[in-house]
């Protein structure tokens, strides 16, 4: 089937629901990076609070409590990367089977399409999880280098050196925290791109539903509003 075939086998409402999948998930990250100054959204909230993390690990002693807590941020973005490897790997599998799935849509009298129409979107839904798999893989990388500038971070917290590199680290973290928001963004949208096997409609129902999910967490969250409240101090 020729590319002029393929592209009569999808339906309008095939590119719209597609074109809301993509606007949504680069819309929401350009959102979420970078909100209004006057709605911060809960990643922008959290950067600040691992800054002050980096200006008090200085001073505390002993230093295990932080290094515990990168290892945890670094066995999380590994198990995302095992995850995502897996279903690369059953996506992969499915492509070279997709005959197979034509027949069970077929069951469930969903529309009998052309195999390489199931073929494509199964290409979609596995580049939204190597997307994923490829941010969490760099974030756990990140995690890694803001562990090696924390251990460099002098003992003495009155050595010239101890502040820049805590803030070195800081910036660090939260390159990768950012990192691996992405990845967290491309599971859930990946999620939702596998609701177009069922139709557009169905696509553009839970791309819709996805993008209030995440809207929901970083802007009108109860985390957010403790995040907000009133300092100790």
């Not at 095992?82 to 089977?97: Q, R, T, V, W």
């Not at 799935?101 to 195999?115: E, I, Q, T, W």
């Not at 967290?184 to 596998?194: C, D, E, K, M, P």
Request: aromatic letters at 10%.
């Amino acid at each position: 089937m020729g590319l002029s075939e393929l592209l009569s086998a999808l339906s309008v409402a095939d590119f719209a629901g597609l074109g809301l999948l993509v606007a949504c998930w680069l819309g929401v990250t350009l959102l979420i990076e970078h909100p209004p100054s006057r709605r911060p959204s809960t990643s922008l909230l959290m950067a600040r609070y691992r800054r002050d993390w980096m200006q008090e690990f200085v001073t505390r002693e002993p230093r295990i409590f932080d290094s515990q807590i990168v290892s945890n941020l670094r066995q999380g973005t590994a198990f995302f990367a095992s995850a995502c490897m897996i279903a690369i790997g059953g996506g992969f599998a499915l492509l070279g089977n997709a005959e197979r799935l034509r027949g069970v849509a077929s069951d469930l009298n969903l529309a009998s399409n052309p195999v390489i129409v199931w073929e494509v979107k199964l290409l979609v839904i596995l580049l939204v999880a190597t997307n994923a798999f490829l941010k969490f893989v760099w974030s756990h990388r990140l995690f890694g280098y803001c562990a090696v500038l924390m251990a460099a971070v002098p003992n003495d917290p009155a050595h010239p050196a101890a502040g820049k590199r805590a803030a070195k680290a800081a910036e660090i973290n939260i390159l990768a925290a950012r990192s691996y928001n992405r990845g967290l963004r491309s599971v859930y949208f990946g999620i939702a791109a596998a609701a177009w096997l069922a139709g557009a409609g169905a696509l553009i129902v839970a791309v819709l539903f996805t993008l209030a999910v995440i809207l929901r967490r970083e802007f009108a969250s109860q985390s957010r509003a403790v995040l907000l409240g009133p300092e100790d101090v």
